[in-house]
């Protein structure tokens, strides 16, 4: 079998992902794929869940969050070295870049539409060694407006 890392914030949203997960271990186990959990702990660096990358052989990045969520993840990934597929579940508040890629909300079809997808690429952006998905540069770009950020 495939092994996906799945990485979810418990905290994004409403905790939507916290009702699901069996859901997603389902779908992808029906579709041949083994599912390896990390939960995103505010505590511990994300970088961490890329651990185990020297030594398995993941398919692709599995994310459930977010915008923050994805923004963490993609980041973490470029600091690891790592460069797979990712696979997005909207779970989040605003969920911008989900929607940019046309992932639905309900977390069974947007499964469902990950396994049965071709693998697309994203143009990133980055400042000062920080990367960004183009829909979040409107957040970026807020954040400098209001909170003299970045």
């Not at 939507?16 to 997603?24: K, R, T, Y």
């Not at 923004?71 to 508040?93: C, F, H, Q, Y």
Request: proline share 5%; net charge negative; charged share 20%.
């Amino acid at each position: 079998m495939k092994k996906v890392k799945f990485i979810y914030n418990p905290y994004s949203g409403e905790n939507v992902i916290l009702d699901h997960l069996d859901i997603v271990i389902k779908i992808h186990q029906e579709a041949g794929y083994t599912i390896v959990p990390y939960r995103i702990d505010k505590e511990i660096d994300v970088i961490n869940a890329f651990n185990d990358f020297r030594d398995t052989n993941y398919f692709y990045v599995l994310i459930a969050g977010g915008d923050g969520t994805i923004d963490n993840v993609v980041n973490a990934m470029a600091k690891a070295g790592v460069s797979v597929p990712i696979g997005i579940l909207p779970v989040g508040t605003a969920n911008d870049f989900g929607k940019f890629l046309g992932m639905p909300s309900d977390i069974s079809k947007a499964c469902r539409q990950i396994l049965n997808s071709e693998v697309t690429s994203v143009d990133l952006g980055s400042i000062n060694d920080k990367y960004f998905a183009p829909p979040c540069w409107s957040a970026c770009t807020r954040a400098v407006c209001f909170h003299g950020l970045l």
